[in-house]
């Protein structure tokens, strides 16, 4: 009776550590991509490296048919945004998106939001930004977005008056104060 039970019990501590590890495989096997893509990783790749310079890329013409061009130096710093009608985090981000343009108030001729994606999904951010910010079909111009070699959307720069970035996030919620009158950006505290 002893010998049968101590065999049950070395069964269940066995059978119990087959299921501990059953479990932990399967734990490391959903929490991977996640590691992998970059979602909890902590060495995270910023959309666009600092210190890279934008380029005038000359006239665009925005969702109004009006013709508009980056800024220039003299102009103090400005706001460059990539998003598309497809992604959900972008259209997620627009509430904290126009808050920040609200209280920054910055002019809409500093801000622009390059956006993908079909036409009829524009008007929504037309909606929610345009009176904050230059909205630009992305899909009708040259790809600003290509050239500066952005790969995630949403994509939120701050753009000093020399024309490099000098803040590059994709979280609307993590954009900076702006010092207008030093044209410098300002980490919130």
Same mark, same amino acid.
């Given at each position: ?5 101590? *065999? ?5 501590? @066995?059978?119990? @550590? ?5 479990? !932990? ?9 996640? *590691? +992998? &893509? ?27 048919? &009006?013709? *508009?061009?980056?800024?220039? &130096?003299? =102009? ?7 998003? %598309?009608?497809? @992604? ?13 343009? %609200? ?15 079909? %036409?009829?999904?524009? %008007? +929504?951010? !037309? =909606?929610? *930004?345009? &009176? ?6 992305? =899909? ?6 290509? =050239? ?24 609307? !919620? ?6 207008? +009158? ?8």
């Amino acid at each position: 009776m002893l010998l049968t039970m101590v *065999i049950l019990a070395l069964f269940a501590a @066995c059978a119990s @550590c087959l299921l501990s590890v059953a479990v !932990a495989l399967r734990v490391k096997k959903a929490i991977d991509p996640l *590691i +992998e &893509e970059g979602a909890f990783k902590p060495t995270r790749r910023l959309p666009v490296s600092l210190g890279t310079k934008i380029s005038t890329y000359g006239e665009f013409t925005d969702m109004r048919g &009006e013709k *508009i061009s980056f800024p220039t &130096e003299s =102009d103090g710093p400005w706001i460059l945004a990539f998003q %598309s009608t497809s @992604c959900s985090g972008c259209k997620s981000q627009l509430p904290f998106y126009k808050d920040y343009l %609200s209280q920054l108030d910055l002019p809409r001729e500093r801000v622009f939001s390059f956006i993908s994606g079909d %036409s009829a999904g524009l %008007s +929504e951010f !037309a =909606d929610e *930004i345009g &009176e904050f910010a230059t909205i630009v079909a992305a =899909d009708d111009t040259v790809d600003v977005g290509t =050239d500066l070699g952005v790969t995630t959307w949403p994509s939120y720069l701050v753009v000093a008056p020399d024309g490099s970035v000098v803040f590059s996030s994709e979280s609307a !919620a993590a954009l900076p104060e702006l010092d207008l +009158e030093m044209g410098e950006s300002a980490a919130v505290s």
